[in-house]
């Protein structure tokens, strides 16, 4: 039996190592404090496109692992913490392939007061620094979700219908009966299928303003309430960063979290319970502020020039 070894080599926990220690001195240069979350909750987020796994105890109710620090951190800056980052190990149910695994090392940072344009300015510096390439931040091209569709896949994203969007990704039946009339999962297709590959690859890409349907957790863009102030990096085709500034509106992360409800209970998807107790933080008052998550093993798929995610990790979930 040789699957006991470990997937990747020690000079590539050494190069981790290096990244986690520019990614930490940045934060600290920053003056961001670091902050430790429960991986564990009673609560999962709601997201259509994301599973939580959960954890059985012997007695009482379902534990769930964290997807992501977001919530607990949100709660945090609601009682009055500084800006805060959070690196940590976070789970999610049904994710592998060569560039994902269901258990990841996540940094998560929120700043009070940024904007769209000063957070992702600040993404892209941390990036350049935890590839110890400062160049990155001089060359990076950005584009509004909408130019990006209309110059890469010729598509209207405002007015496009169904068979437009069908069209987009080649006609395939077989992803059309998947896709079904989910006009965001369309989307979402187009974007990481047509789109994204035609990135150049030895630069970062900026995509900002998505559709206010994939909000999420972000507030809509105060000039156009189609677009939400919502953004993701790429290098290449490989998605490393997802921010936005925060929706701090209670009552509208309420019905966003029920319709996400309706959704995957009408994909077949399991329900969650809602986290009341962050729900109750931004009744409370959360201040404006914008926040991102960016994938530690991405940065070093690209920083290792590999498109294989178990070049990085020591051991996949399969052989741990």
Same mark, same amino acid.
């Given at each position: 039996?040789?699957?006991?070894?470990?997937?990747?080599?020690?000079?590539?926990?050494?190069?981790?190592?290096?990244?986690?220690?520019?990614?930490?001195?940045?934060?600290?240069?920053?003056?961001?404090?670091?902050?430790?979350?429960?991986?564990?909750?009673?609560?999962?987020?709601?997201?259509?496109?994301?599973?939580?796994?959960?954890?059985?105890?012997?007695?009482?109710?379902?534990?769930?692992?964290?997807?992501? &620090?977001?919530?607990?951190?949100?709660?945090? !800056?609601?009682?009055?913490?500084?800006? =805060?980052?959070? =690196?940590?190990?976070?789970?999610?149910?049904?994710?592998?392939?060569?560039?994902?695994?269901?258990?990841?090392?996540?940094?998560?940072?929120?700043? !009070?007061?940024?904007?769209?344009?000063?957070?992702?300015?600040?993404?892209?510096?941390?990036?350049?620094?935890?590839?110890?390439?400062?160049?990155?931040?001089?060359?990076?091209?950005?584009?509004?979700?909408?130019?990006?569709?209309?110059?890469?896949?010729?598509?209207?994203?405002?007015?496009?219908?169904?068979?437009?969007?069908?069209?987009?990704?080649?006609?395939?039946?077989?992803?059309?009966?998947?896709?079904?009339?989910?006009?965001?999962?369309?989307?979402? !297709?187009?974007?990481?299928?047509? =789109?994204?590959?035609?990135?150049?690859?030895?630069?970062?890409?900026?995509?900002?303003?998505?559709?206010?349907?994939?909000?999420? !957790?972000?507030?809509?863009? &105060?000039?156009?309430?189609?677009?939400?102030?919502?953004?993701?990096?790429?290098?290449?085709?490989?998605?490393?960063?997802?921010?936005?500034?925060?929706?701090?509106?209670?009552?509208?992360?309420?019905?966003?979290?029920?319709?996400?409800?309706?959704?995957?209970?009408?994909?077949?998807?399991?329900?969650?319970?809602?986290?009341?107790?962050?729900?109750?933080?931004?009744?409370?008052?959360?201040?404006?502020?914008?926040?991102?998550?960016?994938?530690?093993?991405?940065?070093?798929?690209?920083?290792?020039?590999?498109?294989?995610?178990?070049?990085?990790?020591?051991?996949?979930?399969?052989?741990?």
């Amino acid at each position: 039996m040789t699957d006991w070894r470990p997937s990747s080599s020690p000079a590539a926990a050494s190069r981790r190592a290096a990244l986690l220690q520019r990614a930490r001195h940045y934060f600290a240069g920053q003056n961001i404090l670091a902050v430790d979350t429960p991986a564990l909750s009673r609560s999962a987020g709601t997201d259509p496109n994301i599973d939580s796994l959960a954890v059985r105890p012997n007695v009482g109710n379902d534990y769930f692992l964290h997807t992501s &620090p977001e919530f607990c951190m949100k709660r945090l !800056l609601a009682d009055g913490y500084p800006d =805060i980052y959070s =690196i940590c190990h976070v789970f999610r149910d049904g994710e592998s392939g060569g560039r994902h695994i269901p258990e990841f090392t996540m940094a998560e940072w929120y700043r !009070l007061g940024f904007d769209l344009p000063a957070i992702i300015k600040d993404t892209l510096q941390f990036i350049a620094a935890c590839l110890d390439e400062p160049e990155l931040t001089e060359s990076t091209i950005q584009f509004d979700y909408a130019e990006a569709f209309q110059r890469f896949a010729n598509i209207d994203v405002y007015e496009a219908s169904a068979d437009d969007l069908v069209r987009g990704y080649g006609d395939d039946e077989r992803l059309k009966s998947v896709m079904g009339d989910d006009r965001q999962a369309q989307l979402d !297709l187009i974007l990481s299928t047509v =789109i994204a590959p035609q990135f150049a690859h030895n630069q970062l890409t900026v995509v900002r303003h998505y559709p206010a349907a994939q909000a999420s !957790l972000a507030r809509l863009c &105060p000039d156009d309430k189609r677009v939400a102030d919502r953004f993701e990096v790429f290098c290449g085709d490989l998605e490393l960063a997802n921010g936005y500034v925060e929706l701090t509106d209670a009552e509208e992360q309420r019905q966003r979290f029920d319709q996400d409800l309706e959704l995957r209970q009408q994909t077949g998807r399991p329900l969650r319970p809602k986290d009341h107790r962050f729900l109750a933080a931004l009744k409370s008052g959360l201040p404006d502020c914008a926040g991102v998550a960016v994938g530690i093993e991405r940065l070093q798929m690209v920083l290792d020039k590999t498109d294989d995610i178990s070049d990085v990790v020591t051991f996949t979930a399969e052989t741990s």
